[in-house]
């Protein structure tokens, strides 16, 4: 979504607390159980694990975590049967909201994510509603603080990447969904610091939105990934700066 990076970074800022971490290292315990579950245990041939992992390193989840997920995951230890659900609706203004969950109860699932849409102005749609608009794209995200982006840029389409988009205060590449972590180390080995990298659902188009609607829809989205089974949600809303930044303060 546009916004995506912005707002990413405004997540882990007010998601620092105790309560918030916890509920973070639970979406990441399950999202490497999943990766396993897929391709394996061994991160070096699997490359959704690997981001899987990666992204725990990042937020600063404990090695001792991420193995045991790989070991229950594989077999090695008691086992949560989690299933891979998508689910599609409709947000402010028309907006596409997208949800992907990994969860063991599929009734329980699906009843809070319509609670909370139908609270949040939003309608949970039938399959496939909504999912026409996204691709799936690798997104590598640096921060432009100390770096030449226009270097970074060509070093990125170098490496392989498809496209890159230079903001202020950040910079966006884009890649093959299979190339993102031979472009994130390549980068890397170039000394760069890597804010984040991810496969992640991109629009083909966006809605935008005042500040009013962007704010209705950051609190929806904040909701809805609230909820225990929700990994990740997208949507193709276009935010507005003025609402990212008062939503970055609110409580």
Not at 18 to 42: H, P, V, W
Request: with cysteine; aromatic share 4%; glycine share 8%.
């Amino acid at each position: 979504m546009s916004g995506h990076s912005k707002w990413s970074t405004i997540k882990r800022q007010k998601g620092a607390t105790d309560a918030k971490r916890g509920q973070l290292f639970t979406k990441l315990t399950r999202e490497i159980m999943a990766a396993s579950r897929e391709g394996g245990g061994n991160p070096e041939l699997n490359a959704r694990l690997r981001l899987a992992v990666q992204k725990a390193r990042d937020n600063n989840m404990p090695v001792e975590n991420v193995d045991r997920a790989i070991k229950r995951a594989t077999g090695e230890g008691e086992d949560i049967s989690l299933t891979e659900v998508t689910y599609e609706g409709y947000g402010p203004n028309g907006t596409a909201i997208l949800m992907q969950a990994l969860t063991d109860n599929r009734n329980r699932t699906i009843q809070e994510v319509r609670s909370v849409m139908n609270r949040g102005g939003g309608t949970l749609g039938d399959s496939g509603c909504v999912a026409w608009i996204f691709e799936n794209r690798g997104i590598i995200v640096i921060n432009n603080e100390g770096i030449d982006a226009e270097e970074v840029a060509l070093w990125a389409i170098d490496a392989g990447a498809e496209d890159v988009k230079i903001e202020e205060d950040y910079t966006e590449i884009y890649t093959e969904p299979t190339e993102v972590e031979a472009v994130r180390l390549a980068l890397k080995n170039k000394g760069l610091q890597i804010t984040s990298a991810d496969v992640a659902l991109v629009p083909s188009n966006t809605v935008e939105l005042d500040k009013h609607s962007s704010l209705q829809i950051l609190k929806l989205i904040d909701k809805i990934e609230g909820l225990e089974d929700i990994q990740r949600v997208f949507t193709n809303a276009d935010l507005s700066d003025a609402a990212l930044e008062e939503y970055q303060f609110q409580a």
